[in-house]
């Protein structure tokens, strides 16, 4: 197992999304469908993994926005499941996100003979997302740094390095993977360990226990 000596230390980042409307919008599902066909994937990223940085007060009952706006503003329950269990992170990419909610849709359009209508204050706002990133001016090291480091970090740092760093990698990567293979072949088991945890069902803060407890196992183990 080799090491490499001369990898860059790990610079954390912070960051936060910074939200633009599209214009488009639905009131019922068949527009829905439509508008989801040409909407762009900024859009569809923003409605599936921004709620994981929107400040809520209550613990929301589906994972996407899709979901949430089928079960409220069209009373279809049905759909509403259909669409909660859809993972983002189980898709190939973006657009492979985009056919399988076009799927389940077409699906359920299928099913019904009545399309329900949402109330005019209730139509579904197609929003986009660019991310914001920021230095934090902290550093990681060494791997080992990880279990202190991961435990401390703020949930815009955790989205930026462990979730938007999949859509920025063509290997669709987190960037802790991406730095420990640089660090050392040594560190597969442990990239193999993240590569498991999925991001997408549980609240940051939940996910970064996860993480930070992941290390801490892995790295009390290598010590022994």
């Known amino acids: 197992m080799s090491a490499n000596a001369n990898v860059e230390p790990f610079i954390v980042k912070d960051c936060a999304l910074l939200n633009t409307a599209t214009g488009k919008k639905a009131q019922n599902l068949r527009e829905m469908r439509d508008q989801l066909l040409v909407v762009s ?6 409605h599936f993994w921004g709620g994981l940085l929107r400040h809520r007060f209550d613990d929301p009952q589906y994972n996407n926005d899709f979901a949430e706006w089928v079960r409220y503003a069209l009373q279809d329950s049905i759909l509403a499941e259909r669409l909660s269990i859809i993972d983002p992170a189980a898709c190939a ?13 077409e699906q359920r359009l299928d099913e019904t003979e009545m399309i329900t209508w949402a109330e005019l204050d209730m139509q579904f706002h197609f ?15 060494a791997p080992e ?6 435990s401390k970090m703020s949930v815009g740092s955790l989205f930026y390095h462990f979730i938007d760093a999949r859509r920025r990698s063509p290997e669709m990567t987190d960037d802790f993977r991406s730095w420990l293979r640089a660090c050392s072949d040594r560190y597969e088991d442990l990239c193999s360990q993240l590569a498991s945890v999925d991001p997408y069902f549980a609240p940051l803060v939940e996910l970064r226990t996860e993480l930070a407890n992941l290390f801490a196992h892995y790295f009390r183990g290598v010590s022994k």
């Open 127 to 141: 929003v986009s997302s660019q991310i914001l990133v920021f230095d934090t001016g902290e550093t990681i090291g």
């Open 41 to 46: 994937l900024g859009s569809i990223y923003h």
């Open 145 to 150: 740094q990880l279990v202190e480091a991961v």
């Open 93 to 105: 990419d973006l657009e492979s996100l985009r056919q399988e909610l076009l799927e389940v849709m």
